[in-house]
């Protein structure tokens, strides 16, 4: 089948953004009356037989669509324009995975409309070490059209995601997504988040060394292990101390023998590495004034049933 254009003296040039854009026919029949020369908006209210309230709501979708400029003040009929969007997001985003896609036409539209877009862009390009393809821009501006972001979080986002290597705009797509869903929206909140996460990252780091982890992965029960030493405030010398008193009772590493330390610490209430020796050495002090020959100071515990039942634990389960 073959088709083709009968030309007549007048011809009808458009946009091609036209074709991407999902338009009523009253919506197309007015673009159609501009095309042909038909400007004034008394006149294409009298084309169509309708209000000129119409013929502007019209021309405000024409012009979100990035097809029109006009010099009307469309405020209520753009305001109706971008209503109808959120309330979809609103529903899509608990369920969806991803950003929508965009079409050229309205990226560019986004663009146009707020100029911090472009300053945004260039400068996660520069935090990135990379110039953006269309389809990492679709989803940056997604994250401020879909997700409801504004720029300084969607910057503090990109700058964690690369201290924390995760450098693929994908892949900080989906933790953006999670992110909203769990209530963090605001850059305030981020920041928070991040403090958090960030020294948790920094302490495994320190605790893979202690313990000669390496490269392996953590197990869920480790990373919990380490994010509870985190949030009592124990840092690498209390943690340190915890792992020497470990391999001196048992003669290996292990964590879950360190963590019984520290939790016991850390429910005596002790917060720094000197209250935790002074109460080692006040131990050791009643264990020699009470004439326990063969004392092996308790690193956590005054009580000897306790570390008893500890090693009775970690035997049974290694």
Same mark, same amino acid.
């Given at each position: 089948?073959t088709?083709?254009w009968?030309?007549g003296?007048?011809?009808l ?13 009253r919506?197309l ?16 209210a ?14 405000a ?10 010099? +009307?003040? $469309? ?8 209503a =109808? ?5 609103? !529903? &899509?985003?608990p %369920?969806?995975?991803e950003?929508?896609?965009y ?5 560019n ?6 100029e911090?877009?472009?300053t ?12 953006f ?6 989803i940056?501006?997604g994250m401020?059209?879909? +997700?409801? $972001?504004?720029?300084?979080?969607i910057?503090?986002?990109? =700058?964690?995601c690369?201290?924390?290597? !995760? &450098?693929?705009? %994908? ?17 305030e909140?981020?920041e ?15 605790v893979?060394a202690i ?6 992965s ?7 292990a ?14 340190r ?8 009772a ?19 209430g002790?917060t ?6 002074k109460a ?18 308790k690193?956590?515990?005054p ?11 970690y035997k049974?389960?290694?």
């Open positions: 089948m088709i083709q009968n030309f003296g007048r011809v040039t458009l946009p091609t953004a036209v074709a991407e854009v999902d338009a009523t026919p919506q029949r007015v673009l159609f009356l501009i095309a042909a020369g038909t400007t004034e908006l008394a006149a294409l009298a084309e169509l037989d309708c209000k000129s309230s119409e013929i502007k709501e019209i021309l979708f024409w012009q979100e669509a990035g097809v029109l400029q006009t010099d +009307l003040a $469309l405020p209520a009929a753009k305001e109706k324009a971008k =109808a969007p959120k309330a979809e997001k609103s !529903k &899509k985003l %369920r969806a995975d950003i929508p896609t079409s050229l036409s309205e990226l539209a986004m663009l146009e409309r707020r911090s877009l472009r945004m862009i260039e400068e996660a390009q520069q935090i990135m070490g990379k110039l393809n269309t389809y990492e821009i679709n940056l501006l401020v059209d879909y +997700l409801e $972001l504004d720029e300084s979080y910057l503090l986002l990109l =700058a964690h690369m201290r924390m290597e !995760k &450098k693929g705009l %994908r892949t900080i797509e989906r933790y953006a997504i999670s992110l909203v869903d769990s209530g963090i929206t605001t850059a909140a981020l928070e988040q991040v403090q958090v996460i960030e020294e948790r990252h920094t302490l495994e780091g320190k893979r313990f000669g982890l390496k490269s392996r953590l197990t869920t029960k480790e990373q919990k380490i994010a509870a030493w985190a949030s009592f405030g124990y840092g690498e010398d209390i943690i101390r915890a792992y020497e008193i470990t391999v001196d048992i003669h290996q590493p292990s964590l879950q023998y360190t963590n019984a330390i520290l939790e016991r610490w850390h429910a005596n002790l720094t590495l000197a209250e935790i020796e080692l050495e006040t131990e050791r002090a009643e264990k020699e004034k009470a004439g326990d020959s063969k004392a092996n100071f690193t956590f515990d009580n000897d049933a306790f570390e008893a039942a500890l090693r009775r634990s049974k389960k290694d």
